[in-house]
């Protein structure tokens, strides 16, 4: 059955990953959830949609500390989007909270196609593979963490043409907004707009930049580094072989998924340690 059907009886308008009390009071699954052990140890819950009509991929989920994490997979455009709002500590000079936006080059082969992903989701919502909606989920294989030296600054107001939900996703990131050098050359060859990125100052061969958890100086300029994981992803379909038919050849057929988690550290340029309160010495 398909939700384009109900969004419409749903007023006022209102974000999709907000309606799940109303869904499911209608008995319509929209999204798939999954309840993962989240690296601080806490169990935590994932929440994956899939939109068929722009080809993308969206996992949310918040952190023990009360982080909020997104992370959209387009594969129309071959973007990836993590972003994560970090809540602040006003006591200590710090804003309400803080919006970072990492944009790079999509991989294909992180997780599985958006099709694929929507028909995972409704063996969930019929019950076929989530005979118990409390059980806390391992992923099959721990992949390493990915290594993003992101050395370009987005330009917000611009950024539409890359991706139709970064302005919803990264709207309030005006001064955490990065992407790398490689990438906007991949997309440039498909014709984004210069305007849209822009180098970041001091980022390569700076004599005395130092990373910020060796920067005593709140004020001063210096690399942050920060990390996540994603605890839960549906990231290779498996394929299973028929029985021999009549030409005695034995064909393959999706049977199911492999699940991964997966691992992200972007280091970048910060104009003063202030912006990095997360990255200390341990």
């Known amino acids: 059955m398909s939700f384009s059907m109900y969004r419409r009886e749903i007023s006022p308008p209102v974000r999709i990953s907000l309606l799940v009390v109303t869904l499911v009071s209608l008995g319509i699954c929209s999204e798939l ?10 169990i935590g819950e994932e929440i994956l949609d899939a939109n068929s009509e722009n080809d993308d991929i969206t996992v949310e989920f918040k952190q023990g500390d009360g982080t909020h994490i997104t992370a959209v997979f387009d594969f ?57 909606p409390h059980l806390v989920r391992t992923a099959e294989e721990k992949r390493g963490e990915e290594h993003l030296h992101m050395d370009m600054a987005v330009n917000v107001s611009h950024a539409g043409h890359l991706n139709t939900l970064i302005h919803n996703v990264c709207k309030e990131a005006h001064e955490g907004f990065y992407t790398r050098a490689a990438d906007t050359k991949h997309w440039l060859d498909k014709g984004i707009e210069a305007i849209e990125f822009e180098p970041l100052p001091q980022t390569v061969d700076v004599s005395g930049l130092q990373r910020c958890p060796s920067t005593l100086d709140l004020w001063q300029p210096c690399f942050c580094s920060y990390h996540l994981r994603l605890e839960w992803l549906p990231c290779l379909l498996k394929y299973c072989r028929s029985r021999r038919g009549a030409a005695g050849r034995a064909n393959p057929y999706k049977c199911g998924i492999r699940s991964c988690s997966k691992g992200y550290r972007f280091d970048y340029y910060v104009p003063h340690k202030q912006l990095c309160p997360w990255d200390e010495e341990t």
């Open 33 to 42: 959830k999954v309840r993962v052990r989240l690296s601080d140890g806490l």
């Open 76 to 132: 129309k455009r071959d973007v990836r989007i993590v972003r994560a709002l970090i809540l602040g500590e006003p006591e200590r000079g710090q804003n309400q909270y803080q919006v970072l936006c990492f944009v790079s080059r999509l991989d294909h082969h992180e997780i599985i196609p958006t099709e694929s992903m929507a028909r995972l989701r409704q063996l969930f919502c019929d019950g076929i593979l989530q005979k118990n």
